[in-house]
């Protein structure tokens, strides 16, 4: 179905009902009304999910979310979708998010969203006005007004939310926050952070720095490219965008910082209480107009600086990808060696190097340092779950927060967007005024703050 021939009816179902998507292999064990009421549900009870999205890593998800019932499955792309219809046969299948909304809303208590990153905000919109629970993968949205929007919209209508970035939930990621607040480094005024990708790992790896196809072959039987483009601005389908590639291109993706910064980011974001910076600028390898104008670039830098935060000094955080490495740390020794992907954070005393998702491979430097150093209590609560997936699943049956709610994800994920915009920006300093929600000194920079949708859509 188009969007252009939607009925009134379905139309209003598309910004007042929620999403779906997952399947189920026995019937559900329980009815639900259409509004979902954290803490209502017994967690001896089965939570109803619907997944959206299921052929990548919402695959994954609900894997780790199999022990609850998988009610409905959602995908555009039949052939990525088998897989998981497979495995849950009872689920009801759909191609179009909105129609399973529109059947189905009455017996769903949560959504699951990975959809590329340019259909996360008008899934998750549609749920959360729906009152049903949300996991949605990381980044949150594609626009920085469509995060600020969803973070808005979820703490009104009070629904349990989680953003997929698993490491969140970790053991390191808690102990670098209390190495933090303990001083064990001393005030830090400095952040590096990097990725190999896109040429680095996958689905990077083949990533075509290109400007944007000319030839335009049929679109495959399996897949809805209409569905698929969503609210993105119209353009014919090539097989460059879809499954993977997509991730590089600006109307589909949010390239290396959007992909993986929520990642690599997350550890300094939360024990460094960063917040949103108030300027970042960009540098970049892109110097081809045509190429420049449709992906991102090979490799960038860009540099973040955030005020002071109460005691904490103002601080600069530094991201490279595309292979590109910090200076080596003062306090590197001989055997240390940088990892394809992760962060330093660089006190006054001492320095912390971790790895991606969750701090993985934390470690305190210089040796010495780390040998005399007395452990903090465990003062942040940690997750009980047994992943990320269920630690949401648990929040929607007793009403007490997941790990990374769209409050914290939602802040973490301007930050990344706004460096991803400064890299469209290249070489060019832009103000950030958080509150507003603008670039102040750059109005180009600022219209890709909320780009427009393709006519026909809204969030």
């Given at each position: 179905?188009s969007?252009?021939?939607?009925?009134?009816?379905?139309?209003?179902?598309?910004?007042?009902?929620?999403?779906?998507?997952?399947?189920?292999?026995?019937?559900?064990?329980?009815?639900?009304?259409?509004?979902?009421?954290?803490?209502?549900?017994?967690?001896?009870?089965?939570l109803?999910?619907?997944?959206?999205?299921?052929?990548?890593?919402?695959?994954?998800?609900?894997?780790?979310?199999?022990?609850?019932?998988?009610?409905?499955?959602c995908?555009?792309?039949?052939?990525?979708?088998?897989?998981?219809?497979?495995?849950?046969?009872?689920?009801?299948?759909?191609?179009?998010?909105?129609?399973?909304?529109?059947?189905?809303?009455?017996?769903?208590?949560?959504v699951?969203?990975?959809?590329?990153?340019?259909?996360?905000?008008?899934?998750?919109?549609?749920?959360?006005?729906?009152?049903?629970?949300?996991?949605?993968?990381?980044?949150?949205a594609?626009?920085?007004?469509?995060?600020?929007?969803?973070?808005?919209?979820?703490?009104?209508?009070?629904?349990?939310?989680?953003?997929?970035?698993?490491?969140h939930?970790?053991?390191?990621?808690?102990?670098?926050?209390?190495?933090?607040?303990?001083?064990?480094?001393?005030?830090?005024?400095?952040?590096?952070?990097?990725?190999?990708?896109?040429?680095?790992?996958?689905?990077?790896?083949?990533?075509?720095?290109?400007?944007?196809?000319?030839?335009?072959?049929?679109?495959?039987?399996?897949?809805?490219?209409?569905?698929?483009?969503?609210?993105?601005?119209?353009?014919?389908?090539?097989?460059?965008?879809?499954?993977?590639?997509?991730?590089?291109?600006?109307?589909?993706?949010?390239?290396?910082?959007?992909?993986?910064?929520?990642?690599?980011?997350?550890?300094?974001?939360?024990?460094?209480?960063?917040?949103?910076?108030?300027?970042?600028?960009?540098?970049?390898?892109?110097?081809?107009?045509?190429?420049?104008?449709?992906?991102?670039?090979?490799?960038?830098?860009v540099?973040?600086?955030?005020?002071?935060?109460?005691?904490?000094?103002?601080?600069?955080?530094?991201?490279?990808d595309?292979?590109?490495?910090?200076?080596?740390?003062?306090?590197?020794?001989?055997?240390?060696?940088?990892?394809?992907?992760?962060?330093?954070?660089?006190?006054?005393?001492?320095?912390?190097?971790?790895?991606?998702?969750?701090?993985?491979?934390?470690?305190?430097?210089?040796?010495?340092?780390?040998?005399?150093?007395?452990?903090?209590?465990?003062?942040?609560?940690?997750?009980?779950?047994?992943?990320?997936?269920?630690?949401?699943?648990?929040?929607c049956?007793?009403?007490?927060?997941?790990?990374?709610?769209?409050?914290?994800?939602?802040?973490?994920t301007?930050?990344?967007?706004?460096?991803?915009?400064?890299?469209?920006?290249?070489?060019?300093?832009?103000?950030?005024?958080?509150?507003?929600?603008?670039?102040?000194?750059?109005?180009?920079?600022?219209?890709?703050?909320?780009?427009?949708?393709?006519?026909g859509?809204?969030?």
């Amino acid at each position: 179905m188009s969007h252009r021939d939607l009925t009134r009816r379905q139309f209003i179902a598309t910004t007042t009902v929620g999403v779906t998507a997952a399947g189920c292999a026995t019937a559900p064990e329980r009815v639900n009304t259409a509004k979902v009421v954290p803490g209502k549900i017994s967690p001896n009870e089965k939570l109803n999910i619907a997944g959206i999205g299921i052929g990548g890593m919402g695959r994954a998800n609900l894997q780790n979310m199999k022990s609850e019932n998988i009610v409905a499955l959602c995908d555009v792309d039949s052939v990525l979708a088998a897989r998981m219809f497979n495995e849950f046969p009872n689920a009801k299948r759909f191609v179009d998010y909105r129609e399973l909304f529109d059947k189905e809303a009455k017996h769903i208590d949560g959504v699951l969203i990975a959809t590329p990153d340019h259909t996360h905000a008008v899934i998750a919109m549609a749920a959360i006005r729906a009152g049903k629970h949300v996991y949605c993968q990381k980044p949150l949205a594609h626009s920085i007004y469509e995060t600020r929007k969803l973070t808005e919209a979820a703490r009104a209508a009070g629904v349990m939310t989680q953003m997929g970035n698993q490491g969140h939930s970790s053991e390191e990621i808690r102990r670098c926050c209390e190495w933090i607040a303990d001083g064990a480094i001393g005030p830090v005024r400095e952040v590096h952070a990097w990725s190999d990708r896109p040429v680095g790992g996958d689905p990077w790896s083949n990533f075509p720095l290109t400007a944007r196809p000319a030839d335009t072959p049929p679109v495959p039987d399996t897949l809805n490219w209409d569905l698929w483009l969503g609210p993105a601005q119209y353009r014919p389908y090539h097989p460059v965008y879809t499954p993977l590639t997509w991730r590089g291109f600006y109307d589909f993706g949010t390239g290396p910082l959007g992909d993986m910064g929520c990642h690599i980011l997350d550890p300094a974001f939360w024990s460094l209480k960063l917040g949103a910076p108030e300027s970042v600028q960009a540098t970049s390898t892109h110097y081809e107009p045509a190429v420049a104008a449709e992906t991102y670039p090979r490799a960038s830098i860009v540099r973040f600086r955030f005020p002071a935060r109460g005691e904490m000094p103002p601080v600069d955080v530094t991201w490279y990808d595309g292979r590109l490495l910090p200076p080596v740390p003062r306090d590197f020794g001989v055997e240390d060696k940088f990892d394809r992907n992760g962060a330093i954070i660089v006190g006054e005393k001492g320095t912390i190097v971790h790895k991606s998702h969750g701090a993985g491979g934390l470690r305190l430097l210089p040796q010495g340092l780390a040998a005399d150093y007395k452990q903090p209590d465990k003062t942040i609560p940690r997750v009980a779950a047994a992943n990320h997936e269920m630690d949401w699943v648990r929040s929607c049956k007793d009403g007490k927060p997941a790990s990374s709610t769209f409050e914290y994800g939602g802040a973490l994920t301007e930050m990344a967007l706004l460096g991803m915009l400064a890299i469209r920006m290249k070489d060019r300093r832009l103000e950030w005024d958080s509150a507003n929600l603008r670039i102040a000194n750059d109005d180009e920079a600022n219209a890709l703050v909320n780009p427009p949708y393709r006519e026909g859509w809204t969030l």
